[in-house]
């Protein structure tokens, strides 16, 4: 464990700059917190999550997948060099775990992995919560973590490039150690966790009627934030622009709130109403991941209930749905 | 990676967010957390916003008409063409034989310069923009009525009311933002009132859901105020003390009992009863509306109804109340304020009034200025027809798809003896240019936008435009150069927004080191001036409010046995407009790949029409073909069809009705004959 001063961190993070393109929780002009360049606004590690995926590092909204020049296919090019990227919560880290897996499972997603190979992930955690309040640690699940003890960041490393790129900070005056905080954590119950496996019981026990899910739909608007700020949302569009001396191909985040992601090409959509699309979004991570990768593909981190505009984000539909069918 | 923070390019809501590059390329979208309307959501047609500008069908070079086909030309070849031109036709033909159209897409200061350049430069006031197609009867009946053509208050106050009146506008697929708040808001407890024959989405939520007949609103108004006057439930010290005229008004709704508008409307009685006693016995009431208001050859009649329910029932200048027009485009309230009209020039000072065009003279150092009214865009196609217009300029305006009567307005564009269109495509007007000159989007410049509250925020430059591109405002100041004017030399469009804080009170605090980061809302006299988020506090701009009673007036086309259904057009959530940029968003195109109409249940069967099946649509101006969407979002006997799209495009069918005192045309009710395509 090292130990790293808040007036230390621009140095720390200039140093980094040198060998790893940096992202990290940024202050932007008008209050808003992103994971972002260094020079995008002055850091701001304190706040909780921050707004967007923060796997968007690896990957983007938006990015080519090749292009075709003549004949002749190239890829996207890897980075200059390789990503370090600050601002994982423990939650968000186990999104990352999540889609690793998705994108590694069956066809390697070659796109995904050039970005995500060689690259360093640094979790955030401690006293550093929205408010200041205990975010617990992580303890793992990434190459190292930044706690917060009140007054500096204790810096733990987990992985060999952890400890290269700690390797430089001073060590703490007396021996310590957070994992007294996890295990502190770890033995409260986490409320919303018991609600989502709540809300997931009911879901696959079939006891959540369709007016319900009609109830939800009505109050959609379809702007997709709730895919668009989902760390395990990996849903994707393809588009082609050709140009006369071009085809590039590209690949754009996708949602399954809209109704042309499951038209069929004779126009009939399985999906073709907002309630069905609506329970289609709940009923994907609560019960359709658990069958698949044994476990509930959200993680609280909290994004879909602050971007959507109608209050109707993962934990608030769980909660109704728990209020009145639980 | 860098962020920039700016305006959403698509609707008035004004949501503003961070557009993210990456080596000189958009990757994508991040909300504004803080903004006062986004607050950290945006529609999914502001998630996408950075998906068109790097389209490889963006314009790069300037095009020039060579033995009938466009080719590429040099800066100095086609803006030299253009000022030649222009001026030739006016040697020739006089000075009000050009005519600008200016773009509700540019910026304030673009639409300043573009008004100041028709007006300073070439001595005309024909100068018009897009708003006469959407709020032109808003800025004529508010200003009558109020003496300010824009929403009383800001959206914030959707979370402060008690009752909502949304009539004519589809509020969450049109203002997608304004829209969820009034569902945060019903699911609070607000009542809400849907005055629209179409099952929008807040019609699922409304507490009442009139489906009147098109064109009825006059009559559903003057119900609900007999209703109101009737039951005492008119707030009269707020007429008594902030009001004028109030007699004619009730002697004009008097005969409006409930029957006899239901008669006009189509519903039941009770119905307009019930809003009426909904509405008035609120503590805290406001009215939300739009295009279904003022889209009509009575649409100021409409606008002055509505100002008058919420004058009656004293719903004007507090928290939580007021008359609330939603602006459409994401600049439509700064093209107005900026003048970009034939008879005002910026902050609605009008022409004709001699003090104020020799203050504009003054300040532009030109010995004159025009002082007749100009021509409004709706009439511009019939005076060329005529031959008074010969050439036509236009900003970043597609009116091949969105003036009515499409067939007369391609047979007008064809015939001028000079087009010019500056745009970031080529859409289906540009194709028919003389001159066409590459704009940058708003991704590539610096500017301000209004929103719909009257609150003017920052656009930023993220990335570089395409090829030669260049930013309206650069383009439009070297004609005036080339033109001979040295008034019109900026460094940059901050510069512009002084000059137009110098001459214009309702934005005479406004300045760019004061907009950050998310705006004033005018007026704001001056620099010390902290804006104003709700108009008409202790007085009405014009002093007292003024009753203006609407006699009823049918729509010009109705229903007959050639043409027997009504046909009413808009907007869908996922295209804009002409569907130049979102056309050429994937996701967005996806959604609604093609043209359509909606037909009830009932009438589909009734023509042996299904789901899908091509439809021929005719009118007495033409016919298109289209796909059928069988949907109980219409009644029966009305059609509703959107206007986006080039193939099957809706303006084939609509009807250039205009009104008498705005010259908005009738989009919204025309007669239509539909058939099955065998």
Same mark, same amino acid.
């Given at each position: 464990?090292?130990?790293?001063?808040?007036?230390q961190l621009?140095?720390f993070?200039?140093?980094?700059a040198?060998?790893w393109?940096?992202?990290?929780?940024?202050?932007?002009?008008?209050?808003?917190?992103?994971i972002g360049?260094?020079g995008d606004?002055?850091p701001?590690?304190?706040g909780?999550a921050v707004?967007?995926k923060p796997?968007?590092?690896?990957?983007?909204?938006?990015g080519t997948?090749?292009?075709?020049d003549g004949?002749?296919?190239e890829?996207?090019?890897?980075?200059?060099l390789p990503?370090?990227?600050?601002?994982?919560?423990?939650r968000d880290?186990?999104?990352?775990r999540f889609i690793?897996?998705f994108f590694?499972?069956?066809?390697?997603?070659?796109?995904y992995f050039?970005?995500r190979?060689n690259?360093?992930v640094?979790?955030?955690?401690g006293?550093?919560?929205p408010?200041?309040?205990?975010?617990?640690?992580a303890g793992?699940?990434?190459?190292?973590?930044?706690?917060?003890?009140g007054?500096?960041?204790l810096?733990?490393?987990?992985?060999?490039?952890?400890?290269?790129?700690?390797?430089?900070?001073?060590?703490?005056?007396?021996p310590t150690s957070?994992?007294l905080f996890r295990?502190a954590?770890?033995s409260?119950p986490?409320?919303?966790?018991?609600?989502?496996?709540?809300a997931s019981?009911?879901?696959?026990?079939d006891?959540?009627p369709d007016?319900f899910w009609?109830?939800?739909?009505?109050?959609?608007i379809a702007?997709?934030?709730?895919n668009?700020?989902c760390?395990?949302?990996?849903?994707?569009g393809?588009?082609?622009?050709?140009?006369?001396?071009?085809?590039e191909r590209?690949?754009m985040w996708?949602?399954?709130?809209?109704d042309?992601?499951?038209?069929?090409?004779s126009g009939?959509?399985p999906?073709?109403?907002?309630?069905l699309?609506s329970r289609?979004?709940i009923h994907h991570?609560?019960?359709a991941?658990?069958?698949?990768w044994g476990?509930i593909s959200c993680?609280l981190?909290g994004?879909?209930?602050a971007?959507?505009?109608?209050?109707?984000?993962?934990?608030a539909?769980?909660?109704e749905?728990?209020a009145?069918?639980g | 990676?860098?962020?920039?923070?700016?305006?959403c390019?698509?609707?008035g809501?004004g949501?503003m967010?961070?557009?993210v590059?990456?080596?000189g390329?958009?990757?994508?979208?991040e909300p504004?957390?803080t903004?006062?309307?986004s *607050?950290g959501?945006l529609c999914v047609?502001?998630?996408n916003a950075?998906?068109?500008?790097h389209?490889?069908?963006r314009?790069?070079?300037?095009l020039?008409?060579r033995d009938g086909?466009?080719?590429?030309?040099?800066w100095d070849?086609a803006l #030299?063409?253009?000022?030649?031109?222009?001026?030739?036709?006016?040697e020739k033909?006089g000075?009000?034989?050009?005519m600008f159209?200016s773009?509700a897409?540019?910026t304030?200061?673009?639409n300043y310069l573009?008004?100041?350049?028709a007006?300073?430069?070439f001595?005309?006031?024909?100068? #018009?923009h897009?708003?006469r197609?959407c709020?032109?009867?808003?800025?004529t009946?508010?200003?009558?009525?109020?003496?300010?053509?824009a929403m009383?208050?800001?959206?914030s106050c959707i979370d402060?009311?008690d009752v909502?009146?949304v009539i004519g506008?589809?509020?969450?697929?049109?203002?997608p933002l304004?829209g969820s708040?009034?569902?945060?808001?019903?699911?609070?407890?607000?009542?809400?009132i849907?005055a629209?024959?179409r099952?929008?989405r807040?019609? *699922?939520h409304?507490?009442l859901?009139?489906?009147?007949?098109?064109g009825s609103?006059v009559?559903?108004?003057?119900?609900i105020?007999h209703v109101i %006057?009737?039951?005492g439930l008119?707030d009269e010290e707020?007429?008594?003390?902030r009001t004028?005229?109030?007699?004619?008004?009730?002697a004009a709704?008097?005969?409006w009992t409930?029957?006899?508008?239901a008669a006009?409307t189509?519903?039941e009685a009770?119905e307009i009863?019930a809003?009426?006693?909904l509405?008035?016995?609120?503590?805290r009431a406001? %009215?939300?509306?739009?295009?279904?208001i003022?889209?009509?050859?009575?649409g100021?009649d409409?606008?002055?109804?509505?100002?008058?329910?919420?004058?009656?029932?004293?719903?004007v200048?507090?928290?939580g109340?007021g008359?609330n027009?939603?602006?459409?485009?994401?600049?439509?309230?700064?093209g107005?304020?900026m003048?970009?009209?034939p008879d005002l020039y910026?902050?609605y000072?009008?022409?004709?009034?001699p003090?104020?065009?020799?203050?504009f003279?003054?300040a532009?150092g030109?010995p004159?200025?025009?002082?007749a009214?100009?021509l409004?865009?709706t009439?511009?196609?019939?005076?060329?027809?005529e031959?008074r217009?010969?050439?036509?300029?236009?900003m970043?305006?597609n009116?091949?798809?969105?003036?009515?009567?499409?067939?007369?307005?391609r047979?007008?564009l064809?015939?001028?003896e000079?087009?010019v269109?500056?745009?970031?495509?080529l859409t289906?007007t540009?194709a028919?240019?003389d001159?066409?000159?590459?704009?940058?989007c708003?991704a590539?410049k610096?500017g301000t936008?209004?929103?719909?509250?009257r609150r003017?925020q920052?656009?930023?430059k993220?990335?570089?435009?395409?090829?030669?591109?260049?930013?309206?405002w650069? %383009?439009?100041?070297?004609i005036?150069?080339?033109?001979g004017y040295?008034?019109?030399c900026?460094?940059d469009?901050r510069e512009?927004?002084?000059?137009?804080?110098s001459?214009?009170?309702?934005?005479?605090g406004?300045?760019?080191?004061?907009?950050d980061?998310?705006?004033l809302?005018?007026?704001?006299p001056? *620099?010390?001036?902290?804006?104003?988020?709700?108009?008409?506090?202790?007085?009405f701009?014009?002093?007292?409010g003024?009753?203006?009673?609407?006699r009823y007036?049918?729509p010009?086309e109705l229903p007959?046995?050639?043409?027997?259904?009504?046909?009413?057009?808009?907007?869908?959530?996922?295209h804009?407009?002409t569907?130049s940029m979102?056309r050429?968003?994937?996701?967005l195109?996806?959604?609604?790949?093609?043209?359509?109409?909606?037909i009830?249940?009932d009438?589909?069967?009734r023509l042996?029409v *299904? #789901?899908h099946?091509?439809?021929?649509?005719?009118s007495r101006?033409g016919e298109v073909q289209t796909?059928a969407?069988?949907?109980t979002?219409v009644?029966?006997g009305?059609?509703?069809?959107p206007?986006?799209?080039a193939?099957g495009?809706?303006?084939?069918?609509?009807n250039?009705a205009?009104?008498?005192?705005s010259?908005i045309?009738e989009f919204?009710?025309?007669?239509?004959?539909v058939?099955?395509?065998?």
């Amino acid at each position: 464990m090292k130990i790293l001063h808040p007036a230390q961190l621009n140095n720390f993070i200039e140093r980094l700059a040198k060998a790893w393109e940096v992202r990290l929780p940024v202050l932007l002009p008008d209050g808003t917190r992103v994971i972002g360049s260094p020079g995008d606004g002055p850091p701001a590690l304190h706040g909780g999550a921050v707004m967007g995926k923060p796997t968007s590092a690896f990957f983007p909204h938006h990015g080519t997948l090749f292009t075709s020049d003549g004949g002749k296919l190239e890829g996207p090019q890897n980075p200059d060099l390789p990503l370090f990227v600050l601002g994982f919560t423990p939650r968000d880290l186990a999104c990352l775990r999540f889609i690793d897996r998705f994108f590694a499972d069956g066809l390697c997603d070659d796109v995904y992995f050039r970005r995500r190979n060689n690259a360093l992930v640094a979790g955030l955690s401690g006293l550093c919560g929205p408010g200041g309040i205990m975010i617990p640690p992580a303890g793992g699940g990434c190459d190292l973590e930044f706690f917060c003890d009140g007054s500096c960041w204790l810096v733990i490393p987990y992985s060999d490039g952890g400890r290269e790129v700690s390797a430089g900070l001073s060590d703490p005056a007396l021996p310590t150690s957070v994992e007294l905080f996890r295990q502190a954590a770890l033995s409260q119950p986490d409320e919303q966790e018991e609600l989502l496996r709540r809300a997931s019981e009911l879901l696959r026990a079939d006891r959540v009627p369709d007016h319900f899910w009609a109830e939800i739909g009505d109050r959609c608007i379809a702007c997709t934030g709730c895919n668009l700020a989902c760390p395990t949302c990996t849903c994707f569009g393809v588009q082609d622009w050709r140009s006369a001396q071009k085809t590039e191909r590209s690949r754009m985040w996708d949602s399954c709130q809209l109704d042309g992601f499951m038209r069929e090409a004779s126009g009939h959509n399985p999906l073709g109403s907002e309630a069905l699309r609506s329970r289609r979004r709940i009923h994907h991570k609560l019960a359709a991941d658990p069958e698949k990768w044994g476990e509930i593909s959200c993680f609280l981190c909290g994004r879909c209930d602050a971007v959507c505009p109608t209050g109707i984000g993962m934990v608030a539909v769980a909660r109704e749905m728990v209020a009145r069918f639980g | 990676m860098k962020r920039t923070l700016t305006v959403c390019p698509y609707c008035g809501t004004g949501c503003m967010f961070y557009l993210v590059s990456d080596g000189g390329k958009l990757v994508g979208v991040e909300p504004s957390v803080t903004h006062p309307v986004s *607050r950290g959501g945006l529609c999914v047609k502001g998630w996408n916003a950075f998906a068109f500008v790097h389209h490889p069908e963006r314009l790069t070079t300037p095009l020039v008409r060579r033995d009938g086909v466009l080719q590429p030309a040099s800066w100095d070849e086609a803006l #030299d063409l253009v000022v030649t031109g222009l001026q030739a036709v006016q040697e020739k033909h006089g000075s009000d034989a050009v005519m600008f159209a200016s773009s509700a897409k540019a910026t304030n200061e673009e639409n300043y310069l573009l008004m100041k350049l028709a007006r300073a430069v070439f001595g005309t006031n024909n100068i #018009d923009h897009c708003a006469r197609l959407c709020h032109s009867s808003t800025v004529t009946g508010l200003a009558e009525t109020f003496g300010s053509g824009a929403m009383t208050n800001s959206i914030s106050c959707i979370d402060e009311t008690d009752v909502i009146l949304v009539i004519g506008s589809n509020t969450t697929e049109q203002h997608p933002l304004i829209g969820s708040r009034i569902l945060n808001a019903v699911q609070n407890g607000t009542g809400l009132i849907v005055a629209d024959n179409r099952r929008i989405r807040l019609a *699922r939520h409304a507490a009442l859901h009139l489906r009147h007949k098109n064109g009825s609103d006059v009559a559903l108004l003057n119900g609900i105020m007999h209703v109101i %006057i009737a039951e005492g439930l008119v707030d009269e010290e707020f007429v008594a003390t902030r009001t004028e005229n109030y007699a004619a008004q009730a002697a004009a709704v008097a005969e409006w009992t409930p029957e006899k508008a239901a008669a006009a409307t189509g519903l039941e009685a009770g119905e307009i009863v019930a809003a009426a006693r909904l509405f008035a016995g609120a503590k805290r009431a406001m %009215i939300l509306y739009s295009m279904g208001i003022t889209q009509h050859s009575h649409g100021v009649d409409n606008v002055r109804c509505v100002a008058a329910l919420a004058m009656l029932t004293g719903n004007v200048g507090r928290p939580g109340t007021g008359v609330n027009p939603l602006r459409g485009q994401n600049n439509v309230q700064g093209g107005c304020d900026m003048g970009a009209l034939p008879d005002l020039y910026s902050g609605y000072q009008k022409v004709a009034d001699p003090l104020v065009r020799d203050r504009f003279a003054r300040a532009w150092g030109v010995p004159s200025l025009p002082a007749a009214p100009g021509l409004p865009l709706t009439r511009a196609m019939n005076a060329a027809s005529e031959g008074r217009l010969q050439a036509l300029f236009v900003m970043g305006e597609n009116p091949m798809l969105s003036d009515p009567d499409q067939g007369h307005a391609r047979k007008v564009l064809e015939g001028l003896e000079l087009l010019v269109v500056q745009d970031i495509f080529l859409t289906e007007t540009a194709a028919l240019a003389d001159i066409v000159l590459p704009a940058a989007c708003y991704a590539e410049k610096e500017g301000t936008f209004t929103n719909t509250e009257r609150r003017v925020q920052r656009a930023r430059k993220a990335v570089e435009s395409p090829g030669t591109a260049r930013a309206d405002w650069e %383009i439009i100041c070297d004609i005036a150069l080339r033109a001979g004017y040295r008034g019109m030399c900026y460094h940059d469009p901050r510069e512009v927004m002084d000059e137009i804080a110098s001459l214009t009170p309702l934005y005479g605090g406004i300045a760019y080191d004061r907009l950050d980061p998310h705006g004033l809302q005018w007026p704001c006299p001056d *620099r010390n001036h902290p804006g104003t988020p709700l108009l008409h506090l202790e007085h009405f701009t014009r002093g007292l409010g003024h009753f203006s009673p609407a006699r009823y007036r049918l729509p010009a086309e109705l229903p007959d046995d050639r043409y027997p259904f009504v046909l009413t057009t808009g907007r869908t959530y996922f295209h804009w407009h002409t569907g130049s940029m979102t056309r050429r968003s994937h996701l967005l195109d996806r959604e609604e790949p093609r043209s359509f109409i909606e037909i009830h249940p009932d009438d589909a069967a009734r023509l042996g029409v *299904r #789901d899908h099946d091509r439809l021929q649509v005719a009118s007495r101006r033409g016919e298109v073909q289209t796909e059928a969407r069988v949907t109980t979002m219409v009644v029966p006997g009305v059609l509703f069809m959107p206007f986006h799209f080039a193939e099957g495009a809706a303006n084939a069918l609509t009807n250039n009705a205009l009104d008498p005192e705005s010259s908005i045309p009738e989009f919204k009710v025309c007669a239509v004959r539909v058939e099955r395509v065998p």
